[in-house]
């Protein structure tokens, strides 16, 4: 018997859902191992876990997600918020650094079996008071945010950068900010670098202070003068401004410096341009290196020396943390920190004699 056609604008009847039991009958084995088979616990045979998936792929067979957040006592939902953004939340992801963090953050919850959810930065109690949220993720807070605070005493397990070291509830993956400026200055002082300059951004997060706190002990330590531009706003134009006045300003400080670390986002290309505006050759009279993850600096001329984040590696790092920490149901504060990586180029290599 052929089956009637359905009329126009009634709607498709939905297709029954497939059950473990139906995936059991099918391939002729207990409920009971198609659920250790589909689940990788038990001690069967790869033949068996491998027919068993099969099947289920084949006839359309998803767990029961609500049953399963009742069994395991979890949504298994993440909240993502990037603190550093406030004033413009939803642009984050133009950023090289945190589009790569945030994406990697998302792929290494999803293998464990979290979803990501996305949050605006500032006060959330509006967004996040009626999602079931397993933890959520702070990157780069800024000094003075509420959101840890509240999050926190909401009972919701926190993971940031290290500013929440010791916080009960709270767990961190961080990079050594003083270690990763004093090798990238040692890099440069090595090279005959004696004038560094720095642009930093008008940030009050944990990383930014760490670094300007390094770069002003190294200078006393070495007995130079601070050169320090700020950029007062996130963005290519309002770091290029602030590259500019770094090789522009007062000469007073024993002139022109003769090498610039970039802390504050922008495209290298740009900021090359900046430099070469200003009448300097890179690398004969200008030193220069970009705290960047642009993959446009390695195609310059000449190449941009980067220090890398290692965002990836922050994110696979920490995630895989705070998912242990909630399957383990941790509470003491932990953390995980992360190497950075100086990838020198031609930009801040001295052209030598043979």
Known sequence: MTE?????????????????????????????????????????SPAVR?????????????????????????ARLI??????????????????????????TAATALRRGYAVVLLPAGSLQQEWADLPLDAVVVADPVAGDRIIDDLLAAGIPVFSDRSVEGRAGAH?????AAAATRETLDHLRGEGARRPAMVLPDSTTGFHTGVLAAYRDWCAAHDLPERIARAATPGNGPVVAAVEAA???????GGRPDALLVVAEASPPLVLEAARRNGYQVPGDLLLVCVSEDPAAEH???????????????????????????????????????????DVRESSRRARPR
Request: proline share 7%; no cysteine.
């Open 79 to 104: 909240g993502y918020v990037v603190g550093e953004m406030a004033h413009a939340p939803w642009t984050f992801l133009e950023s090289p650094y945190f589009a790569r963090l945030t994406g990697a």
């Open 50 to 74: 491998e027919k068993a998936r099969e099947a289920a792929r084949t006839m359309g067979y998803r767990p029961n997600a609500t049953a399963r957040q009742l069994r395991a006592g979890r």
């Open 172 to 176: 961190w993956v961080d990079v050594d």
């Open 247 to 253: 090789l522009t300003g007062p000469a007073e400080q």
């Open 300 to 342: 310059t001329r000449p190449p941009v020396t980067t220090l890398s984040l290692r965002p990836q590696e922050v994110a696979r790092a920490g995630t895989e943390h705070l998912v242990n920490v909630l399957e383990l149901g941790r509470t003491e504060p932990s953390g995980v920190l992360v190497a950075t990586r100086l």
């Open 4 to 44: 009637a056609p359905r009329q126009a604008g009634q709607p498709a009847q939905a297709r029954p859902r497939v059950r473990l039991v139906d995936v059991a009958r099918e391939v002729g084995l207990s409920k009971t191992t198609v659920s250790a088979a589909l689940n990788g616990t038990g001690r069967l």
